[in-house]
């Protein structure tokens, strides 16, 4: 473990969408990356943020648990869906903020301002609305886990119905607006890509955003030593629009220049809805890691969004053999030779033919010290972000 020199400990109020008690969403093993990195500088982090219902498992920091709601759109009932649609058609703000508007603004800032902190983080920049009252009371700090302008713009661009590209249109312009004025009001920014810093740059305005590499937070443990059950395996959360067009992508796509006799599993959220009769839908599963180790090969089939794919990290931090798309390493270099990037539906399949046929041994060592040195970036640059604030 490398730390840079050491800070004046501060009090921070961290402020995000979940509490990530567990390691089953990207945004969550993000959010814990970042929070670990807090605790390795030193600083006394109290977290504010939401829990699914029902809500079990106990924080990894000290918590302030807002209240449990709905996430997933995939799961929530259709009263919550209209709720958050009518809110945001009266607020102006995107649905993807209007779906955490749980407690009135001055109450959740009397709540932050309760534990007397000296800096807010708002990690993820949805939530910012609810709370930019404070940045004339505290310094105040956003971190971009994407630009979600730029992600609900892709998914509009290939909407086949017109609703719905009217829908995410109007998400993009929303959270544009928000995101141009989060990066001019907050005291840092940092961005999880150089691609989405140097779009904050140049459609945002936003003066010196900062790359904060992301890392797989928690060590791996050796994969379990278990006999391929599937040549192919995805796994993923597939109800959020960009990953669920990259699996419609793959199923439409690549799935049809595949071998007949490969077998391909898809787990995950949401994978029991998908259709096609070339693949096992598992749902969730009780180890993603187990089911990882139980694959020939995994893939990553991104073709949208923005930020870093988080399934990318964690098969590259892990060593374990993977077919991406470009888009799917988007913010991540030097990647370990497990990982194969492929462009276009028959390169994909080819590559995935290939991983099988001719499979690459895992390389736990190899992927644990490329995380490792994100790591100790990550730690480097959250340190200069705060030094800056004296």
Do not use: C
């Not at 508007?101 to 993820?124: F, G, K, M, Q, S």
């Not at 930019?132 to 310094?139: E, F, Q």
């Amino acid at each position: 473990m490398t730390l840079p020199p050491p800070t004046t400990p501060m009090r921070i109020a961290f402020l995000t969408t979940l509490v990530p008690n567990t390691l089953r969403t990207g945004s969550e093993i993000a959010t814990r990356a970042i929070l670990s990195v807090l605790e390795d500088l030193g600083h006394e982090v109290t977290l504010f943020a939401y829990g699914r219902a029902p809500f079990h498992v106990a924080s990894p920091v000290e918590t302030v648990l807002l209240a449990t709601i709905p996430v997933e759109s995939a799961t929530a009932p259709r009263r919550e869906q209209a709720a958050w649609a009518w809110r945001s058609l009266r607020s102006g703000l995107p649905i993807s903020s209007e779906k955490y508007n749980y407690l009135p603004p001055d109450r959740l800032e009397a709540e932050i301002a309760r534990t007397n902190p000296d800096l807010l983080i708002v990690d993820h920049v949805n939530l910012y609305p609810f709370v930019n009252g404070l940045a004339r009371r505290l310094p105040l700090g956003v971190i971009f886990h994407d630009v979600q302008a730029i992600s609900y713009a892709m998914v509009a661009e290939k909407s086949a119905r017109p609703w719905w590209r009217a829908i995410y249109a109007r998400e993009a312009r929303l959270n544009a607006r928000l995101e141009r004025r989060a990066g001019a009001e907050a005291r840092f920014s940092l961005f999880l890509s150089e691609a989405d810093a140097e779009e904050a740059r140049t459609r945002f305005g936003i003066a010196a955003p900062a790359v904060l590499p992301l890392f797989f937070p928690a060590p791996p443990d050796p994969a379990p030593a278990l006999a391929p059950a599937y040549d192919i395996g995805l796994i993923g959360t597939w109800s959020w629009p960009p990953v669920r067009q990259g699996i419609a992508w793959f199923l439409y796509e690549v799935v049809p220049r595949l071998p007949p006799d490969l077998s391909i599993a898809v787990a995950g959220s949401g994978s029991e809805t998908l259709s096609s009769d070339r693949i096992q839908r598992l749902g969730l599963v009780p180890s993603a890691r187990a089911f990882l180790a139980s694959l020939r090969v995994s893939a990553v089939p991104t073709t949208a969004g923005t930020g870093v794919q988080i399934k990318t990290l964690e098969l590259a931090a892990t060593g374990t053999p993977a077919v991406s798309t470009p888009l799917g390493v988007r913010g991540l270099d030097g990647l370990p030779e497990t990982i194969t990037v492929a462009d276009g539906p028959q390169a994909f399949a080819d590559a995935l033919v290939e991983a099988v046929r001719r499979p690459k041994p895992r390389a736990a060592a190899a992927g644990h010290a490329w995380n490792e040195a994100r790591r100790d970036a990550a730690r480097q640059t959250l340190h200069d972000a705060l030094t800056k604030l004296g």
